[in-house]
T-cell receptor
């Protein structure tokens, strides 16, 4: 079974802090994703990576950056956290484009910015 | 661009009664369709998927969905719900040309009443 592991289930940070959310997958997937989930808004894609050091902006990249130095690890970075970034963050992974495979999700990180 | 509409944000239903969760997507030549389920305090899990072939797809826990191309719908049904089905359900779609990008609906919260 695919395992996507997010380093923290709950995280509390202060406004202005630099925040790192980590995600690791163990199935050698090429694609990795970061979403945020808010009530009534569903899932919105922040960033997507299709290979090591490769990234693509999603629908709401402002205020975020990402890093993918190794295939199995995809990090989301909040450069200067703000209260409107309080949310549930979900990481996902999938096989490369064209293989018709669904995305597999981690359990999420509930981030609170005070 | 693709979009997904889940017509009901919340659906209350009595235990052992049937349920239908509605999903419509914007028109496209060919699509892949998914239903994901999110149990409380967990990430999303794939419930079922339509890639090609039979328009009726089934999950292992009694849910089924039917792909209707003319109505651009992919409604999820279960003939008899159980309390353990309490969760949020997300319909999702991707284009064949870009199957790495999945567009999610805003979710339908299923409440099972005793």
């Amino acid at each position: 079974d695919v395992k996507v592991t997010q380093s923290s289930r709950y995280l509390v940070k202060r406004t202005g802090e630099k925040v790192f959310l980590e995600c690791v997958q163990d199935m050698d997937h090429e694609n990795m994703f970061w979403y945020r989930q808010d009530p009534g808004l569903g899932l919105r894609l922040i960033y997507f990576s299709y290979d090591v050091k490769m990234k693509e902006k999603g629908d709401i990249p402002e205020g975020y950056s990402v890093s993918r130095e190794k295939k199995e690890r995809f990090s989301l970075i909040l450069e200067s956290a703000s209260t409107n970034q309080t949310s549930m963050y979900l990481c996902a992974s999938s096989k490369k484009t064209g293989e018709r495979q669904p995305q597999h999700f981690g359990d999420g990180t509930r981030l609170s910015i005070l | 661009a693709q979009s997904v509409t889940q017509l009901d944000s919340q659906v209350p239903v009595f235990e052992e009664a049937p349920v239908e969760l509605r999903c419509n997507y914007s028109s496209s030549v060919s699509v892949y369709l998914f239903w994901y389920v999110q149990y409380p305090n967990q990430g999303l899990q794939l419930l079922l998927k339509y890639l090609s072939g039979s328009t009726l797809v089934e999950s292992i826990n009694g849910f089924e969905a039917e792909f209707n191309k003319s109505q651009t719908s992919f409604h999820l049904r279960k003939p008899s719900v159980h309390i353990s089905d309490t969760a949020e359900y997300f319909c999702a779609v991707s284009d064949l040309s870009r199957d790495d990008k999945i567009i999610f609906g805003k979710g339908t919260r299923l409440h099972i009443l005793p």
